[in-house]
């Protein structure tokens, strides 16, 4: 399986007549866009903001983040079972346009939606503070349930996404990536497994591998290059420091190292798609039914992501335990709920074989971000999404929050350079 | 040199400070001007950047007796001397030596709002009672390691009289404080995790960033005898509060509980109470606040005999992305008002 992706660098983007790429601006038009997101009757409104790196916006509370990609050779459609057909992706050539993002906000949903701030003491926190965003804003109707909106949301992102991918078809790419899983000669490296646990609670908490809902599934192979090229798709509302958005399944971090590495230091051999579920059965299910199919494909060592925090830090522990079982040793990424001082310890669960931790940051550390010049969405609901609390909005506009409610801040899949360390 | 010097004043025992042994233990703090002692090197080294303004001494007997009252008084003393820094010990082995200079340099810090600093063997019990607010400075059992120790001290307290920060302790050398605090570094998370793998795999040392933390295990009550002539209490972290969420207990990362009466009410309707929960979808909880304080299930058994009586308060919080910290706090604090109140069980239901 070979997958080419054509990175078309986006430094700009602008509204315009025609949605198209012209010198690396995107240009968006504006009602196509809005036509499109209303096209789900659930949706009462939609409107159109841009957002670049460095300007003084705040966009809150955001649901999802998507980066526009198109389909220009090779079987499948962008975001297969969901938006385009079902068919296997990983193969051909997808062109993505980097550096521009698209992102939905609007009302809260749950209460786990978070913010982005473009410049100032948040920027650093955020991926999405160093893309060009395209914010779609979105209102539902009256009365609709949170489950609907929640779809109704996330599906109108997604089809905006694409459409606004498809404004790469015949643009020629600045660089060309290769991506295979050319076998390994040498069989001294050491044999690598990708375990990666998808967040399946249910009640807002849900992700879609080709379209099925993954509380559904059981763990099973899957080659990177398909997580690469669109399979799998967030549905969830958990906290927005570690939350896996869309945008950060394709440009899975945690992949992305392991076949940099891949033929030099180890030999990278397949993702393990599992599930975080809520009861004790189906976490000891899925956790043996993981560690089996590591030691199947003849694992010697695992990277294991994680994503949210409590319930799930009970599955990577069993993970870790099983697989160590089997002679495997595993590295795990987590993010840490230390509280706000810090003195706190940080996992809901531990094991003595999570001996090789990724911290990637406390997510309780409280930071100030400085009032901005332009709001794109509502910045009230800062007092009650995850990571807000009573009066940590200033009167002038400025937020005193946990880095919990920036988006993806504490990433597991290791996209970030934060790091918590003992002090 | 027009520069000001700094102010240091230094806490020291009977002993150290050459005022008598075991028989001079119970001496109550008192001030002597300029250093002493050991303080007398610290001076040597500070040179013209820093001055040894004062030194506090008490006797170690005193207090470890009146540990409250005597931290109070060397407050008193220290805070005359208007000091830029305050410095204690070194303690090494010395249990009541190492709770004094803990236990001041606690005082100080909170009451003066000065940088603090003291020093101690990695045995001292006083260690893990102080590491979380105060510098502590590794040092060697006994006093042989004196000159050691006054040349790390005060490096420390040059740093803090000349407003520098204090960087981690592997870089400072301090007895890590059991805090973990966030900076930016180098390398992506995924790039650190496939070094570490790789050297795990190698069999070579690696160095976690997480030690894995120890779980305090709450040994389960014995079980209730008698059901039919029990107060039972219901507690949940699943947020159910009475509508408007009146004491804004916050959707994650609880700052609180709240205690709200159930006296005469036997069902939980949407009208009157909801969930202020933010982990998950709310639709059914507001549905039925029932089906996560099921209160309409415990007054049935009440009005059946099953158990004795339903108490007539209830606990409420938030579980989501609350600290353990915060959670045990909020744990103690709700079992002492039902012990008080003679509860004889609690079902606490969480989501």
């Known amino acids: 399986m070979r997958l080419e992706l054509g990175i078309i660098e986006i430094d700009d983007v602008q509204f315009g007549d025609e949605t198209r790429v012209e010198d690396g601006t995107l240009y968006v038009n504006r009602e196509e866009l809005i036509d499109l997101a209303l096209q789900d009757d659930r949706l009462a409104g939609a409107d159109v903001e841009l957002a670049r790196r460095g300007e003084e916006v705040r966009i809150i509370p955001v649901k999802d983040v998507i980066e526009p990609r198109v389909k220009v050779s090779g079987p499948g459609e962008i975001f297969p079972g969901v938006i385009g057909k079902v068919g296997t992706v990983g193969s051909g050539r997808t062109n993505v346009l980097r550096g521009a993002a698209l992102v939905t906000v609007g009302r809260i949903v749950g209460f786990q939606e978070g913010l982005i701030d473009m410049s100032g003491p948040g920027a650093p926190y955020s991926p999405f503070s160093r893309t060009n965003n395209v914010a779609l804003i979105l209102r539902p109707t009256d009365g609709l349930a949170p489950y609907a909106h929640e779809e109704a949301v996330r599906l109108a992102g997604l089809r905006a996404a694409v459409y606004l991918g498809k404004a790469g078809t015949d643009v020629a790419p600045d660089e060309v990536e290769v991506y295979e899983l050319s076998p390994v000669t040498d069989a001294a490296l050491p044999r690598v497994a990708y375990v990666h646990p998808l967040l399946a609670q249910g009640l807002l908490h849900d992700t879609y591998l080709y379209g099925v809902d993954a509380k559904?599934?059981?763990?099973?192979?899957?080659?990177?290059?398909?997580?690469?090229?669109?399979?799998?798709?967030?549905?969830?509302?958990?906290?927005?420091?570690?939350?896996?958005?869309?945008?950060?399944?394709?440009?899975?971090?945690?992949?992305?190292?392991?076949?940099?590495?891949?033929?030099?230091?180890?030999?990278?051999?397949?993702?393990?798609?599992?599930?975080?579920?809520?009861?004790?059965?189906?976490?000891?299910?899925?956790?043996?039914?993981?560690?089996?199919?590591?030691?199947?494909?003849?694992?010697?060592?695992?990277?294991?992501?994680?994503?949210?925090?409590?319930?799930?830090?009970?599955?990577?522990?069993?993970?870790?335990?099983?697989?160590?079982?089997?002679?495997?040793?595993?590295?795990?990424i987590t993010d840490e709920f230390a509280g706000r001082d810090g003195g706190s310890q940080s996992l809901a669960d531990a094991t003595p074989e999570a001996s090789a931790v990724v911290s990637v940051g406390n997510a309780n550390e409280v930071v100030t971000l400085s009032p901005m010049k332009r709001i794109i969405g509502d910045l009230k609901p800062a007092e009650v999404i995850a990571g807000g609390f009573a009066g940590c909005l200033a009167a002038d506009g400025g937020l005193n929050v946990e880095i919990q409610s920036i988006m993806g801040s504490t990433c597991q899949l290791g996209l970030g350079k934060l790091a918590a360390r003992g002090w | 040199m027009a520069e000001k010097k700094f102010r240091v004043v230094h806490y020291l025992n009977q002993f150290f400070a050459q005022i008598g042994g075991e028989e001079k233990a119970n001496i109550p703090p008192l001030i002597r001007e300029g250093a002493v002692g050991p303080g007398r090197v610290l001076q040597k080294i500070l040179g013209e950047e820093g001055e040894v303004v004062a030194t506090v001494v008490c006797g170690d007997g005193y207090f470890a007796e009146n540990i409250e009252a005597a931290?109070?008084?060397?407050?008193?003393?220290?805070?005359?001397?208007?000091?830029?820094?305050?410095?204690?010990?070194?303690?090494?082995?010395?249990?009541?030596?190492?709770?004094?200079?803990?236990?001041?340099?606690?005082?100080?810090?909170?009451k003066l709002g000065i940088p603090v600093v003291t020093a101690m063997y990695e045995e001292n019990p006083a260690l893990d009672l102080y590491r979380k607010?105060?510098?502590?400075?590794?040092?060697?059992?006994?006093?042989?390691?004196?000159?050691?120790?006054?040349?790390?001290?005060?490096?420390?307290?040059?740093?803090?009289?000349?407003?520098?920060?204090?960087?981690?302790?592997?870089?400072?050398?301090?007895?890590?404080?059991?805090?973990?605090?966030?900076?930016?570094?180098?390398?992506?998370?995924?790039?650190?995790?496939?070094?570490?793998?790789?050297?795990?795999?190698?069999?070579?040392?690696?160095?976690?960033?997480?030690?894995?933390?120890?779980?305090?295990?709450?040994?389960?009550?014995?079980?209730?005898?008698?059901?039919?002539?029990?107060?039972?209490?219901?507690?949940?972290?699943?947020?159910?509060?009475?509508?408007?969420?009146?004491?804004?207990?916050?959707?994650?990362?609880?700052?609180?509980?709240?205690?709200?009466?159930?006296?005469?009410?036997?069902?939980?309707?949407?009208?009157?109470?909801?969930?202020?929960?933010?982990?998950?979808?709310?639709?059914?909880?507001?549905?039925?606040?029932?089906?996560?304080?099921?209160?309409?299930?415990?007054?049935?058994?009440?009005?059946?005999g099953a158990i004795g009586k339903l108490y007539d308060l209830y606990y409420v919080t938030v579980g989501n992305a609350t600290s353990v910290a915060s959670a045990q706090k909020f744990g103690k604090a709700i079992a002492e008002k039902l012990k008080a109140a003679d509860v004889d069980g609690v079902i606490l239901t969480s989501t």
């Open chain 1, 216 to 332: 559904k599934i059981l763990p099973t192979l899957i080659h990177p290059n398909e997580v690469m090229d669109g399979a799998i798709v967030s549905g969830n509302c958990v906290s927005a420091c570690d939350k896996h958005t869309t945008y950060h399944h394709v440009n899975n971090a945690a992949i992305q190292e392991l076949y940099r590495r891949h033929g030099k230091d180890l030999n990278f051999i397949g993702v393990i798609i599992t599930n975080l579920k809520v009861t004790l059965a189906d976490k000891e299910r899925a956790s043996d039914y993981a560690s089996n199919l590591a030691k199947l494909i003849g694992a010697e060592g695992a990277i294991v992501t994680n994503e949210g925090f409590g319930n799930p830090d009970t599955d990577l522990m069993m993970l870790c335990k099983k697989m160590k079982a089997y002679g495997i040793e595993t590295v795990l």
């Open chain 2, 71 to 110: 931290a109070e008084r060397v407050v008193e003393l220290a805070s005359s001397y208007k000091p830029d820094v305050f410095v204690a010990g070194p303690a090494f082995n010395a249990g009541r030596y190492g709770v004094a200079c803990g236990g001041s340099c606690s005082a100080v810090s909170e």
């Open chain 2, 133 to 304: 607010e105060v510098y502590i400075i590794p040092t060697a059992d006994s006093a042989r390691g004196m000159r050691e120790a006054i040349l790390k001290m005060a490096t420390f307290v040059r740093k803090m009289g000349l407003g520098q920060e204090i960087g981690p302790p592997q870089e400072e050398g301090y007895f890590p404080r059991g805090l973990r605090v966030n900076q930016f570094v180098d390398r992506t998370g995924a790039e650190r995790a496939v070094d570490m793998l790789l050297l795990k795999l190698k069999g070579e040392p690696f160095q976690t960033e997480y030690p894995m933390p120890t779980f305090e295990r709450v040994p389960p009550s014995p079980a209730i005898r008698d059901l039919r002539s029990a107060t039972i209490a219901l507690v949940t972290s699943g947020g159910i509060v009475p509508s408007g969420n009146p004491d804004r207990i916050e959707a994650a990362s609880a700052s609180k509980f709240a205690e709200y009466s159930i006296a005469g009410v036997d069902d939980l309707t949407s009208d009157a109470y909801q969930t202020c929960h933010g982990g998950y979808d709310p639709v059914y909880a507001n549905e039925d606040p029932d089906r996560v304080l099921p209160l309409d299930a415990a007054r049935s058994l009440e009005k059946d």
